[in-house]
């Protein structure tokens, strides 16, 4: 059964990821086939994300089941990844491209550096994955969602139940009306669906290994952008990274605990992955040449990062717009900048359904 799990977690939050964002990986040939691969699974993952924001949403206002939830779900990812398929075929020389690369991981300049660099990383996200893991952190917002997911995947309904009664609930209770715009508990409930791994499972022992890898991917990814594709100065950036998370506990609210005790809720991916996925975003966007597609993911990740939490709501138009300020100041672009400013549209219309509704 553990293994069974275990190639259903993969295949949910590995696989399937690394194979969507072939929609938005990085083309240029000199691209690092780990740089390409930590593209993938990130980029991939908040597509995903956006995807399910934008079926979740009208279904739980129209108190539809979870199983139409999870078929839609299917059927876009499906249309998708034939779409990738397709343009794969089509577009032979990326694929040659990428398998070129894989050589490229290992041109790095022998360094014993790198190798001691290398090790040390791998120990320390080993030990920052297999806590969370093995022993079990959980709080009070953590029941309510655990609660939702239970209720959403016996009963096949999306936010019906109060976690607490049982009772019916109504949209003008609070927390529950925020559920609306930001659905991650249904997200969990359509995954736990699939794989038919109980909610509880689910969150606590499968999503902390791959969420928290995730998160590193997106640190390694800053980290070579940030330090000019310099491998062995990289591998120092994340090890300054973990030192910071493994003793970074001083409060419930630092991004330490946010991503060690309790990453499978969704204001901590938000503040873990997104926000630093989208900060990687800017710094590519940023170039004078640069690739057009990741101006257009910003849209994708303002999407996204609504299904997790008000936070995301909130937070990603706040960079967004902070971002467009420095880069007219910069480039003098007005047309660029408008179009940043054009990916705030989303949040703003999530922010503005809740206040409405």
Excluded at 75 to 102: A, C, D, M, P
Excluded at 161 to 189: F, H, N, Q, R
Excluded at 232 to 240: A, P, S
Excluded at 258 to 286: D, E, H, N, T
Aim: proline residues 3%.
């Amino acid at each position: 059964m553990i293994f069974k799990n275990v190639i259903n977690m993969t295949v949910l939050f590995f696989i399937m990821p690394i194979w969507i964002g072939n929609l938005w990986g990085d083309s240029q040939k000199d691209t690092n086939v780990l740089v390409k691969l930590c593209q993938l699974w990130s980029a991939g993952f908040v597509t995903i994300l956006a995807v399910a924001q934008i079926i979740l949403v009208p279904l739980v206002a129209l108190q539809k089941s979870l199983t139409m939830a999870v078929i839609l779900w299917k059927v876009i990812l499906g249309i998708l990844s034939v779409f990738i398929f397709l343009r794969l075929i089509i577009q032979k020389n990326k694929i040659v491209s990428f398998q070129n690369e894989k050589k490229s991981i290992c041109n790095v300049e022998k360094n014993k550096w790198i190798v001691i660099y290398g090790l040390l990383v791998g120990v320390m996200i080993f030990i920052q994955v297999y806590v969370p893991v093995k022993y079990e952190h959980g709080d009070d917002d953590d029941s309510r969602f655990i609660a939702e997911e239970v209720s959403a995947v016996v009963h096949d309904t999306m936010y019906i139940d109060d976690p607490i009664t049982a009772s019916e609930m109504y949209w003008d209770l609070g927390e529950v009306k925020k559920d609306l715009t930001s659905p991650w508990a249904m997200y969990v409930a359509m995954c736990s669906k699939i794989s038919g791994i109980a909610p509880a499972v689910l969150s606590h022992t499968y999503l902390p290994f791959y969420l928290i890898l995730m998160c590193y991917a997106v640190y390694f990814l800053i980290g070579y952008e940030l330090m000019k594709k310099n491998i062995e100065k990289t591998l120092v950036f994340l090890i300054i990274i973990s030192v910071l998370n493994i003793w970074g506990y001083t409060s419930t609210h630092t991004l330490a605990s946010m991503l060690l005790l309790r990453i499978w809720q969704g204001k901590a991916i938000c503040a873990s992955f997104i926000l630093p996925f989208l900060f990687y975003v800017m710094c590519k966007i940023m170039y004078q040449n640069y690739e057009k597609k990741w101006l257009i993911f910003l849209y994708v990740i303002s999407i996204g990062a609504s299904l997790l939490s008000g936070v995301g709501i909130i937070t990603v138009p706040v960079m967004i717009l902070l971002y467009a300020v420095v880069d007219y100041i910069y480039h003098r672009k007005i047309k660029k900048s408008i179009l940043v400013l054009g990916s705030m549209l989303p949040s703003i219309l999530y922010l503005s359904y809740y206040l409405v509704r």
